[in-house]
């Protein structure tokens, strides 16, 4: 999937276009004016252009294996002639192409032998003992932030007019607010697993494999002050039980069946692990692009209550709900990463360059919840059901970053993102049957400030 550019048949195509030019024939009559004897010359150019592409190549699988070996004296050899002017320069000298081939030409033919200059004098060649593998680097992120969850709509209570009940005469607000962190350890594994190539065309485009583990935490909580709730006059006020009918109550008597004193209260911890294996691939320009897939754990703790007293009745009544949710979560997705390359900030010498960083992802997950719903109410003995649900769904998640990479190797940046995230417990009582659980999805927003360390 990275291009490296025109190949030599595009370069022989550029060539009979050039020749077109200096004999003054157009595109449409071309094929008329040129020669056999020019023919052949065009042919000879083309071969001339593959042999300076395979040069290329060899002095980048050179470079490598040098660097891989650790034979730094050989690498700083090798990179010498990558250097983009004397490869130009060396190969007219070898084959004779010096005034033959056009400036943008050449221009296409040199641009993957700048960024394989670049990302290998970037890397550069650490002295290893013999025997000892070459590590490409490893790079440790830790992201710490505010996060604010809209859940699902929730419903509470319910009135009952002319015979006929309603269930959901109270839903509280939606929005969680809470705080995560974040860390991962990102490997570059491009020696053990290589880099997907797509072909001849993507034979001299820079690329790397990486594995990386990370984990998150984020802690939410909701506190809303309801007040009081009126069923309407003439009403009967409906407190479902977790049981079904003979569990809930049914207070007539308007208005001593009013509720005072409502409060919803919401608490979420959820703990994730996951495992990506990706590839990055280096376009030229400061611009990277990759693709990956994930696999990951996710465990959501999830505890919310609804309280509120009926001073008509002298009774206080309260909703608790418990619930554990287990997902299995798969992911592939899309990332890039383009180096502004600010090299100088003023009086921050340290500063090299400026990040601009994005991804996408998306995939199915696998959950399972489990918990209780249980409701009190004075005078009357408790009533509680177990909760159980199966299922799946689909995750979705973008984000975008800035950072400042330092010349230590450290990077200093802020992240925002947003999760589409499925497994969020509702719980629906409607009177009649048992407590039900559902698995639904949520959006989640995430602002976050994130420190790295290559090393």
Known sequence: MCRVGRNARSGGIAALGFLAAVTGATAQDTRTVVTPAESDRVLSQEAKLRLVESDLSYLISDAQAAQRRGECERFAAVLQKMD??????????????????????????????????????????????????????????????????????????????????????????????????????????????PPIRLGAFDALTPKSTYMKIGFSYAKGDADQQVGTVSPGAGNRTLIPGPGGGSTGFSLGGFPANIVQNARYMADLNAFAGRLDLGQMCDYGGGLKVGGYGSVGYRRTNFSESFSGSVPGFAADFRYGTDVN???????????????????????????????????????????????????????????????????????????????????????????????????????????????ALELKSADVWTASVRASFKF
């Open 84 to 193: 983009p002017v004397r490869f130009k320069a060396a190969e007219e000298r070898q084959w004779g192409t010096q005034g033959t081939i056009p400036p943008n030409t050449w221009d296409e033919l040199l641009e993957p032998a700048r960024r394989w200059y670049a990302t290998l004098k970037d890397e550069g060649c650490p002295k290893k003992s013999a025997g000892t593998a070459t590590s490409t680097g490893t790079a440790v992120e830790v992201n710490a932030g505010g996060t604010t969850l809209v859940m699902p709509r929730r419903l509470y209570l319910g009135y009952e007019s002319a015979g006929v009940p309603t269930v959901g005469l109270v839903s509280p607000d939606k929005t969680m607010s809470g705080a995560s962190v974040a860390g991962s350890a990102k490997v570059d594994v491009s020696n053990v697993i």
């Open 325 to 435: 949710v287990d997902q299995v979560e798969t992911r592939v997705g899309l990332n890039f990463d383009f180096d502004l390359a600010v090299k100088r900030w003023l009086v921050l010498q340290f500063v090299t360059s400026t990040i601009f960083s994005g991804f996408v992802e998306l995939g199915p997950d696998l959950l399972r919840g489990r918990g209780t719903d249980s409701l009190s109410f004075t005078g009357f003995p408790d009533s509680s059901a177990g909760l159980s649900k199966s299922g799946a769904g689909f995750g979705l998640s973008a984000g975008m970053g800035l950072s400042t990479k330092l010349t230590s190797g450290f990077e200093l940046g802020l992240d925002g993102r947003y999760d589409r995230r499925p497994g969020l417990p509702v719980v629906t009582r409607d009177g009649t049957n048992p407590s």
